[in-house]
């Protein structure tokens, strides 16, 4: 001991900053992991028991500190005990969670551009499945049904991307092939990209709308029931961002209907309680906040922890530094 000293939540992160000179690594998990990635889907994940897990000693000691996927109590309750913390950098593209718990002075960075890939896939894939009656046909093949039925479809559908930052640039150039019109807004309109303030006239002109905001103050309840009304019978709303960005009983009125469509990644709350209405209403295809959950995300993330390691330990400049609002 005696370099900078790390504290990452899992034995792949350490793993990537194996044989750094002047870093020393523990790996610490005061939460649950991204999971057994690559794992076949329906294979049981194994709950995490790290909440239980006592603080080390070390704590006072750690300058460099990556928290766990999936935020905990825990996780963020040890900041106030990291007395020489000088880094605090997730393995989310999501710091809403931290920002609350930062404590002064300390560096806050963000995993952004690690989760495009595997995020903006599964957008696609959610447009796709929705849109082709993938959960219908599925349920169909488990009660062993020949249900056939004509379905909507992706091609000559206009898709408006409400945020469209790294991963909304990635969901667009993943639709390139589609034959589809794609819009774009972001916090301030620039060159091919309406502000948020235009999103009142795109709404009802869209057939699907990606949500692909960071949550903050603004954002809360950004889909709220005026914004869901402006759009067109039969619109699809795919929320991969965070589900408080989404006026949730809005949403339900207006499915329940048979008015709109969802896919949604993320809920508020999470985990959806049992009998919650998004459970069982037709017209939504859930998904359990997976779609960073994957190998390529998790080799990214490790990657840009390795970078952002070094550069600290050489006093260069440090990449993702949330700065403003996010
Ligand atoms: N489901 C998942 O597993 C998963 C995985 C990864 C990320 N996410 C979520 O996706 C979010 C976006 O990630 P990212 O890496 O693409 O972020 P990013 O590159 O920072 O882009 C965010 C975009 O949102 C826009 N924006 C911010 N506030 C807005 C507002 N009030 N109204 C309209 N647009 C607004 C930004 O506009 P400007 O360009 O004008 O600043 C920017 O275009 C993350 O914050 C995270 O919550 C979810």
Known sequence: MGGVLVWVPAAWAAAGLAGLPGVDVQ??????????????????VVASSAAANPVPASVADVEFYVPSFFPSPAGTA?????????????????VDWL???LPPGVTLCNARGAHDASTAEWVVAAMLSALR?????????????????????LADKTVLIVGYGSIGAAVERRLAGFEVTVR????????GVAGVADLPALLPEADVVVLLVPY???????????????????????????????DTAALVAEVSRGRLR???????????????????LSGVFLTPHVAASTPVSRQRAAGLVRDQVIAYSRGEPLRNVIGGAY
Request: aromatic content about 6%.
């Open 133 to 153: 009656g993938f959960p219908a046909f599925s349920a169909a093949q488990a009660a062993g049904e020949w249900a056939y039925q004509g379905t909507d479809q």
């Open 99 to 101: 920002r609350p718990h």
């Open 184 to 191: 774009r807004v972001a916090r301030d309109a620039r060159d």
């Open 262 to 280: 969802a896919a949604l990644d993320v809920t508020d709350p999470e985990p959806l309680p049992p009998g919650h209405p998004l459970w069982s």
């Open 78 to 94: 040890v900041l106030a005990d990291m007395k020489r913390l000088r880094v605090v950098q997730t393995i989310t593209a999501g």
């Open 27 to 44: 790996v610490v998990a005061l939460g649950r992991d991204m999971g057994e990635t690559g794992a076949r889907v329906g294979t049981p």
């Open 216 to 246: 903050t103050p603004e954002t809360a309840g950004l889909a709220d029931a005026d914004f869901l009304a402006r759009l067109k019978d039969g619109a699809l709303l795919v929320n991969a961002a965070r589900g408080a960005v989404v």
